[in-house]
């Protein structure tokens, strides 16, 4: 079935540094991709997303592409900053109309 | 102000007694969901809902029971809360299914003793 796999954390970087999350998929057809980020304490909002291949998604500073051939939609940032601490979620869009989660990825910015 | 609105926001009951959740949107969303998460397993779905009176099974649904009387509504029902459904849930909508921009509540931390 549909399943997002996104590397495991914690993830700490100090202030200014380049920031990548892997996230891959498996799933049949071509769904739409999404990165959600949550703060401390609140629910998840949506960062950004990509509906077909080749598709950049961007929000905040923040970056993914939709690749097809690498089923990847890595989440990439040039300059981290300490408000970017939070847990990162990669998901996709399920075959059902639902919407099926990574794990999450905690990042953690110094300053 | 568009909202997701979940009571209440901790909760600490005993096994056996039944509870329920409550969630309400404001922004008349076809999609709703529940979620928990645990630390390493992430968000896991528990039953979502596509419209009034049409509610499905997502990745983790045993021991819960959800209802959708109403569009605006979703609640969560335990009918019998053991210790091991001690999570944090979410309740989530959105225009007309998953593939859109969910909105998410600000969660409710249950703890059953």
């Known amino acids: 079935g549909d399943s997002v796999t996104q590397m495991e954390g914690p993830v700490t970087l100090s202030e200014e540094a380049f920031l990548t999350i892997n996230c891959t998929y498996t799933a049949t057809g071509y769904p739409s991709l999404f990165w959600y980020v949550q703060y401390p304490g609140e629910g998840l909002q949506l960062l950004l997303k990509?509906?077909?291949?080749?598709d950049k998604g961007s929000n905040k500073g923040f970056e993914a592409t939709y690749r097809k051939e690498t089923t990847s939609f890595h989440l990439e940032k040039g300059s981290v900053q300490v408000s970017d601490s939070a847990v990162y979620f990669c998901?996709?869009?399920?075959?059902?109309?639902?919407?099926?989660f990574g794990k999450g990825t905690k990042l953690s910015v110094k300053p | 102000e568009a909202q997701v609105t979940q009571n209440p926001r901790y909760l600490i009951t005993v096994t056996g007694k039944k509870l329920t959740v409550t969630c309400s949107q404001n922004m008349n969303h076809e999609y709703m969901s529940w979620y928990r998460q645990d630390p390493g397993l992430g968000l896991r779905q528990i039953y979502y809902s596509m419209n009034v009176e049409v509610t499905d099974k997502g990745d983790v649904p045993e021991g819960y029971k959800v209802s959708r009387k109403e569009k605006r509504n979703f609640p969560l029902i335990l009918e019998s809360p053991s210790p091991n459904q001690t999570s944090l849930y979410f309740c989530?909508?959105?225009?007309?299914?998953?593939?859109?921009?969910?909105?998410f509540g600000s969660g409710t931390q249950l703890s059953v003793l």
């Open positions: 989530a909508s959105s225009g007309r299914s998953g593939w859109e921009k969910l909105f």
């Open positions: 998901a996709l869009g399920g075959s059902q109309g639902n919407l099926i």
């Open positions: 990509a509906t077909k291949a080749d």
